[in-house]
């Protein structure tokens, strides 16, 4: 195997795997450590910096930073990622002062925003510091988007969406509410610079069955519009018998929020299994907490309709099997007629640009989307950018403001006549966290305490408002307890070959065995001969220059719980712990 | 400084026949210098026992004062220890085999424990041929008292002071040797390789092994001049042999060349299997061993392997005929306490 270079900043940024796990390269251990400080405002500025909304997704993000935490391979549960985000969001003091400075003096450059969800936001977030003009319109009557819209109030409280998209409108940004754009063509007739779609993924797909033209879209409805309406207080009860259709999370979001209004008698419906659902394990859980049975393996046949009146729906049984990766559903002839008076869809949601006019340069693919470049989110035609579910279909949160960096230096670059394609390098940092001959300035103990489950409201009470927020959040001791759970994975073990002497303390002493003096060959053999032979194959190994016997030190990322012992035992500093800091690269001024 | 590890340990850890890990033959966390050599030769302990699924607590850990002696606490955490006086660990470790023989006992001492004030004692333990493994770390200089010279330390070496050693060195091997011990041999703590099926050869001989480790002193003795530095002993280390340890009833599946290799098998039915690298030394001849020792040493060449073994080897119980009466922990109190007429009667004899 070649010796590692280490100098290419993804190869430390990949050993932190929740940072690189997250879209939005958001630097976790970094602010994990803030919030352990009890730095609760700085940690928040950490996050804010990278994913725009803190107190946003400290409740509702899809966390892919979690299945990803070193932890989770170590011991059972990873840290609590999301939910410390919550805590710094929830503990933090008035950080308005901290919020970068708008110029006064505008670069001259005009931009129009449609849609005010978390892509376009986090745009506006990126450029207006940078002198911009920003136009930004949006259909109704509040910003948020996605997470007004379709997020029920109790998991995402309003005045947390209120606060967040306001840092960024009082940017100085020209909102433009309950303002639809209905014509790409008349907008770009009116000179923006540049134009960016975030518009969303608006539209919820219909199950056309038999016996719902009976019903004219009365009480067979689209969840994520029905879940709209009761954002913006439109819908304020429910019938007594509800069928929400679906297996993701706006199915659970549906059940749970018809709970609320008043329904006495909710079921999620889905064909696949429980186990094939693709909701989050978490909203799972919650919904089945709540006493909502989720009935599988049921194929939606009829909708039954009596009088005008939505009466129930048949289902047929089916057994479900996947063959050569492919899921196959075989029916039984098992029937079930189930009763309900409400109807939700939540069976996926798509695209619509009608209203951007196909002539404008702008080409679309067979799905209906437009073509838009992966790295700079550049659609065919030059001015008009995408991001967000616009670009690519349903994501999530964290998937937009990623996005939405993106684009915004994207934007900045074609503005200025520059590349494109010439991304700008993230901003790195090394640093030995060496205090005293044997002391570390970060927590280098690593702590046995098992996962924190966040606290919920009594369960009674929960249900019967759609507002009252179900989860509590941690105190600060738990949120102490679990920030002290965090591996300092960015806390890098950092090895120099030519202060080896190759005494072998370090691999004496490595709790989890993932150091191996060995002769260097192909990387196969090497995993296969080290002191715990390295099968996980998504994890590097680090491997040395030549040591003086000729041997390399090699070291297995996989589980190393950077404890700093084989740094605290090597007599020669041939290794440090030093904090590797990777900011992902934003739109940013020249001199900054 | 962290005095804990983690409690965490690799989800893969292999486990042995007794359904132990590594961690379960583990100590309390060294608190000598960083890079001491003492550190590895504990690690390849806990490996060769291990691997060997030797139950923890059958082992009885002895040993003297020094660095050395420490290191006892940094291993085998589950198993009975006897720290004792300067140099008098064989002693102890004599009583404690007559008293119960089904011990496994591990003597660990250093070259002033054993070469300067415990020489009386190892030279007796030696030709008693105590049922014991004997492991002399073995750093030349005395790092406890900051870095003199010890009864080890080459002619002509030079520690961090910077003087070379101006007196003849005692070669702990070669006296085992003379004295008639029935395992000799000789490694460095920086070839677990083959250092740990050393340990376990030892482990499983009946009768006294002693193996001298060469660990370098990292504080005192890794110096340039110096003939016991991690540098120096790589340069010059020469091996009589390669060993595998086979426990009993394993089926041997290595390639074996009539030439070259040897097996022996021990008294408890396991094999080594000598691969030799030097292929006119005879394990089973002390005076081929002796020659071969100051023919490298003329070399100056460190001479390291198994260098002899008497697999046929009587220890203390069998030569001095202890094996007929229990040994002394089975006896009960009437037994160990006859009581005044039997005084009476001893008494009388003398009479």
Known sequence: ?592 | MSYNIPAFRHPNLPKNDLGYTSKDYEGAVSTLCAGCGHDSISAAIIEACFEMSIPPHRVAKLSGIGCSSKTPTYFLGNSHGFNSVHGRMPSVATGANMANRDLLYIGVSGDGDTASIGMGQFVHAVRRNVNMVYICENNGVYGLTKGQDSATTDKGSKSKKGEPNALEPIDLCAIALQLGATFVANSFSGDKDQLVPIIQAAITHKGFAFINVISPCVTFNNTPGSTKSYDFIRQHMASTNTVDYVPPATEITAAYDEGTDERVAMHDGSVITFHKLESKHDIHSRSSALAMMQEFKAEDKVLTGILFIDQDSQDIHEAMNTTAAAPLRSLNADKLCPGSSALEEINNIHR
Not at chain 1, 52 to 60: E, M, N, Q, S
Not at chain 1, 366 to 385: N, R
């Open chain 1, 1 to 592: 195997m070649k010796p590692t270079d280490t100098n290419n900043p993804e190869y430390f940024h990949k050993v932190v795997d929740c940072q690189y796990a997250c879209p939005a390269h958001t630097p976790v251990p970094e602010y994990i450590r803030l919030i352990a400080a009890g730095r609760y405002s700085d940690a928040y500025m950490v996050n804010w910096e990278s994913n725009v909304f803190p107190g946003i997704l400290g409740r509702t993000c899809d966390r892919p930073c979690e299945p990803a935490c070193r932890r989770g391979r170590v011991e059972d549960k990873p840290v609590a990622i999301c939910r410390l985000k919550r805590v710094c969001a929830d503990m933090k003091d008035d950080i308005t002062a901290r919020l970068p400075k708008i110029p006064k003096e505008k670069n001259g450059f005009k931009l129009a925003l449609i849609g005010a969800g978390p892509s376009a936001l986090t745009v506006a977030r990126d450029l207006m510091p940078l002198g911009y003009e920003i136009d930004l319109f949006e259909a109704t009557s509040k910003a948020g988007g996605f997470m007004r819209q379709q997020i029920p109030s109790f998991r995402l409280p309003a005045e947390v969406i209120d606060e967040e998209t306001g840092y960024i409108l009082d940017m100085g940004v020209n909102a433009h509410f309950n303002t639809r754009i209905e014509s790409m063509k008349a907008l770009l007739e009116k000179g923006y610079d540049a134009v960016f779609v975030g518009s969303g993924a608006p539209s919820g797909r219909v199950l056309k069955l038999p016996g719902y033209e009976l019903d004219g879209g009365k009480n067979v409805q689209i969840g994520v519009e029905w879940l709209a309406q009761v954002a913006f207080g439109h819908q304020t009860e429910t019938p007594k018998d509800v069928i929400v259709i679906g297996g993701g999370n706006t199915a659970m979001d549906c059940c749970r929020t018809a709970l609320r209004l008043g329904a006495e008698n909710v079921k999620v419906l889905l064909r696949t299994p429980i186990s094939a659902m693709v909701a989050s394990p978490w909203e799972i859980e919650d919904t089945q907490a709540e006493g909502i049975p989720i009935l599988e393996n049921h194929n939606p046949l009829e909708y039954i309709v009596e009088d005008g009146q939505l009466k129930a729906m048949k289902f047929e049984v089916i057994e479900y099997s996947i063959e050569d990766g492919r899921e196959v559903f075989t029916p039984t002839g098992q029937f079930e007629t189930v009763g309900c008076g409400l109807v939700l869809l939540a069976i996926g949601q798509a695209n619509a640009f009608k209203w951007i006019e196909r002539d404008l340069g702008i080409e679309f693919n067979e799905i209906g989307l437009a073509k838009v470049d992966d790295v700079t989110y550049q659609s065919t035609h030059p001015k008009v950018f995408f991001g967000g579910d616009a670009a690519f279909g349903p994501k999530n949160i964290i998937t937009a403001v990623a996005q939405g960096h993106q684009a915004a230096v994207s934007i900045d670059l074609f503005l200025n006549g520059k590349d494109l394609q010439e991304r700008p390098d993230p901003s790195t940092n090394l640093l030995s966290q060496k205090m005293g001959i044997h002391e570390w300035s970060y927590a280098s103990m690593v702590s046995e305490e098992e996962r924190n489950i966040v606290p919920h409201v009594d369960l009674d009470e929960a249900i019967h408002s759609h507002t009252m927020e179900v989860e509590l959040g941690f105190d600060a001791k738990t949120a102490l307890e679990e920030a002290e759970r965090c591996l300092n994975c960015d806390v890098e073990t950092v090895f120099t070959a030519d202060k080896c002497i190759e005494c072998d303390a370090c691999i004496d002493i490595c709790p989890v065995d993932c150091l191996t003096f060995t002769k260097n060959e192909e990387e196969a053999q090497v995993r296969r001969k080290l002191n715990v032979p390295a099968h996980n194959l998504s994890q590097d190994l680090f491997v040395s220059e030549n040591l003086n016997t000729g041997r390399v030190m090699v070291k297995d990322e996989d589980v190393c719980l950077h404890c700093g012992l084989c740094a605290e035992r090597c007599p020669t500093s041939a290794w440090d712990m030093q904090k590797f800091l990777y900011i992902a690269p934003t739109a940013k001024l020249e001199n900054d």
